[in-house]
């Protein structure tokens, strides 16, 4: 997952929220875990989707996919 989702950002968030030292691992853990529930919540919104017979996924279908998240 991490090649979608750039390092810097994240750790730069992170150090934004009050995380001094950030370690590699750390941000790398945070991507992973961010890239898994971005896929989980695209699969589900999709589903919806489908389920409405549409084929573009919607603003609404993924904040219903957060809700089943």
Do not use: C, Q
């Given at each position: ?10 750790r730069r968030l992170m150090k ?54």
């Open positions: 997952m991490s090649e979608y989702i750039s390092w810097s950002p994240i934004h929220n009050g995380a001094i030292i950030v370690a590699r691992d750390a941000v790398d853990e945070l991507v992973d875990w961010m890239g898994t529930s971005a896929e989980k919540l695209t699969k589900t919104a999709l589903t919806l989707t489908k389920h409405a017979k549409r084929k573009k996924v919607t603003r609404d279908d993924i904040l219903l996919a957060i809700k089943y998240f």
